[in-house]
């Protein structure tokens, strides 16, 4: 073998390991982003997830309808727990008879369309009041001493994370002043888990409010970050708390 063959083969062979050793890397990182992503979601692979359904409020709805823009925020959600390799069940908020840290939760809609949902607001963010009705302005989002309200220029979503006791599988919440503001705040979710991971970690509580900018025009697709509520959403009134 001359000179130059030999040389033409020991470049081959150190691009191969050298491609070989990068593709590696790659895969390495690849796999501890997503064991970062399942820590902070709580979904190993193989496990299952509950993704709580809420009904449809209006006149005339059946008590288990659900609404199209709830329906496609449920889409979301159940691929956002696919990525993961874990496999999700879906369960009516009236029908989630079970307790918190067995299984991952997912749970969707306002307390209103979603008894699981004003559960776990009571247990876990006793700072956080919502109330609605017919009128202009009686959907507001409470927290603490701070107002969010609904009007046709803007919705507002309350996104938290609820770690559960004895390190148990988290609750994620994500409760929409409208059906536009729930799907908003699920692709917000499914958009930002990675930093959401980096900045609170695979045990971190935490509650934020999102504002979807004039979702008659944008829908769901126009979202931004108001407010970290987190300390606000933990404390409990000091009526409650005299009352307790």
Request: with cysteine.
């Amino acid at each position: 073998m001359t000179d130059s063959v030999l040389n033409v083969v020991l470049g081959l062979v150190a691009s191969a390991i050298s491609a070989g050793l990068g593709w590696l890397a790659q895969a390495l990182r690849r796999r501890r982003r997503i064991e970062r992503v399942r820590g902070f979601l709580g979904l190993p692979s193989g496990s299952e997830c509950l993704i709580v359904v809420p009904r449809s409020i209006g006149t005339g709805s059946h008590a288990h309808t659900v609404t199209r823009r709830d329906a496609y925020a449920l889409m979301w959600l159940a691929g956002l727990v696919e990525e993961c390799g874990a496999r999700p069940e879906l369960v009516a908020h009236d029908a989630a008879h079970r307790g918190l840290g067995t299984k991952t939760e997912l749970c969707l809609g306002g307390p209103v369309s979603n008894d699981r949902m004003a559960a776990h607001l009571a247990w876990g963010l006793p700072g956080v009041l919502v109330t609605s009705g017919p009128g202009p302005g009686s959907n507001v989002l409470v927290v603490g001493d701070r107002d969010f309200r609904a009007d046709q220029d803007q919705a507002h979503t309350l996104l938290a994370r609820i770690a559960t006791p004895d390190d148990g599988r988290p609750v994620f919440l994500i409760s929409g002043q409208t059906g536009t503001a729930n799907q908003a705040g699920v692709r917000y979710l499914v958009s930002h888990h990675r930093e959401l991971a980096r900045k609170y970690g695979r045990n971190g509580t935490f509650a934020l409010v999102l504002r979807v900018v004039n979702p008659e025009a944008y829908g769901p697709d126009m979202v931004e970050l108001v407010a970290d509520v987190t300390a606000e959403a933990l404390r409990r009134p000091a009526a409650a708390s005299t009352t307790a």
